[in-house]
């Protein structure tokens, strides 16, 4: 099938709409939303590895932070046993 003119053309089969912004070529999904450029989805993929390390490191902090914060809580239920005092009672 030849297509006499490309720009603004859709795709009988795929329901893909092809346009030109300027010197890109744009590609419209069937429900209206716009195919995104390699460029566009380079950048998505190099910020949600970003985003996963950033997640990754609050994970760790938090975790740290919670084995940080049960030490303590055991070494004052020792120091408490020593001065006399039930934890469990309290």
Do not use: C, K, Y
Request: no cysteine.
């Amino acid at each position: 099938m030849q297509i006499p003119r490309m720009i603004g053309w859709t795709s009988p089969r795929l329901g893909v709409r092809f346009d030109l912004q300027g010197f890109d070529l744009v590609l419209t999904a069937p429900d209206g939303r716009r195919f995104l450029s390699f460029l566009e989805l380079d950048e998505e993929h190099r910020l949600s590895i970003i985003e996963r390390r950033n997640l990754q490191e609050a994970l760790e902090t938090a975790e740290s932070e919670r084995d940080a914060a049960r030490a303590r809580a055991a070494r004052l239920e020792v120091r408490l046993r020593e001065l006399g005092g039930d934890p469990d009672r309290l």
